[in-house]
């Protein structure tokens, strides 16, 4: 049986390998100690249905941006926290956390735009650090100075 190959059954199958590839995700499986120095990576991929123009572009970027927040959201949901536990099964119980974590992700940055084939690809990157440890909760609270009146210890002469 011969299989014919057409200019349409290219662009289908460039499009499918793209949107698989685009939607892969790596998990990380990190300690809590070890979050400073993680950056995550995802890849979105837009497509654009009909001809190129500013909108359908416009629209594939923000599709391209969202599928990778999404990814970004995924894979910080899959860490896992100190005592062992992911962080999704924190987020189950509390929606607060849950909108907290979607707004950090919504800090990451856009390295690279890639206009492909079947339409608008994204790269983005997310540093965790100290500043995703404050918005689990987990960052230690730091300690009072001992010269500070707020700590309960009034020496100071009146």
Known sequence: ?????????????IFCFLLLVGCETNKVDVRYAGWENVTLVATGLGSIQKEWSISARLQAVQTAKIN??????????????????????????????????????RGAKITQTENVAA???IMMELFL??????????SQKR????????????????
Do not use: W
């Open 1 to 13: 049986m011969k299989i014919k190959s057409s200019p349409k059954t290219a662009c289908l199958l």
């Open 68 to 105: 990778a927040y999404a990814q970004l959201e995924s894979q910080a949901n899959s860490l896992n926290t100190d005592t062992g536990k992911k962080v999704s099964a924190f987020v189950e119980k509390d929606k607060a956390l849950a909108q907290k974590i979607a707004a950090f992700v």
């Open 119 to 121: 339409g608008v690809e």
């Open 129 to 138: 650090g100290d500043n995703f440890k404050a918005t689990l909760g987990l």
């Open 143 to 158: 300690e009072r100075s001992p010269s500070n009146p707020q700590n309960g210890d009034d020496s100071s002469p009146h």
